[in-house]
């Protein structure tokens, strides 16, 4: 029984569950399987790295927290509708992370930016 890539079509030669002819051949495959999917992941990693780095700028003193304005947080580009966890207080607050970085809302449009520091112990 012949087969053939799954890229370009070419017969192929050698091991019977072989798929493709070569390495440039896999990889084109399976770029063009994954585009849709990686464009997204990519747009939103793009989005949560960028809040990252606003927040970095923002907590990088030696208290690893600082406040801010919403107002503020929005003109350097940052998104809050992107973050990669909350975190949930004992005392009933929450905090949006991006990474190690994190905001909680407070009143009048400030927020408290912090830099989660993990004990691993």
């Keep these: 029984m012949e087969r053939f890539c799954?890229?370009?079509?070419?017969?192929l030669v050698g091991r019977a569950d072989k798929k493709f002819c070569n390495d440039q051949c896999r990889n084109n495959f399976n770029n063009k399987a994954n585009?849709?999917?990686?464009?997204v992941m990519r747009n939103i990693n793009n989005i949560l790295r960028k809040n990252r780095r606003i927040m970095e700028e923002l907590a990088c003193n030696e208290e690893g927290?600082?406040?801010s304005t919403g107002k503020k947080?929005?003109?350097?580009?940052?998104?809050?509708?992107?973050?990669?966890?909350?975190?949930?207080?004992?005392?009933?607050?929450?905090?949006?992370?991006?990474?190690e970085y994190g905001y909680l809302p407070l009143d009048?449009?400030?927020?408290?930016?912090?830099?989660?520091?993990?004990?691993?112990?």
Excluded: P, W
Excluded at 6 to 11: A, F, I, T
Excluded at 35 to 39: A, G, I, K
Excluded at 109 to 117: A, G, L
């Design 6 to 11: 799954s890229d370009c079509g070419e017969k």
């Design 35 to 39: 585009s849709d999917t990686n464009s």
């Design 65 to 67: 927290k600082a406040k």
């Design 73 to 99: 947080l929005k003109e350097k580009g940052f998104n809050f509708n992107y973050y990669t966890h909350a975190y949930h207080t004992k005392t009933g607050n929450t905090y949006l992370f991006c990474y």
């Design 108 to 121: 009048n449009d400030f927020y408290m930016v912090v830099k989660r520091i993990e004990n691993n112990q």
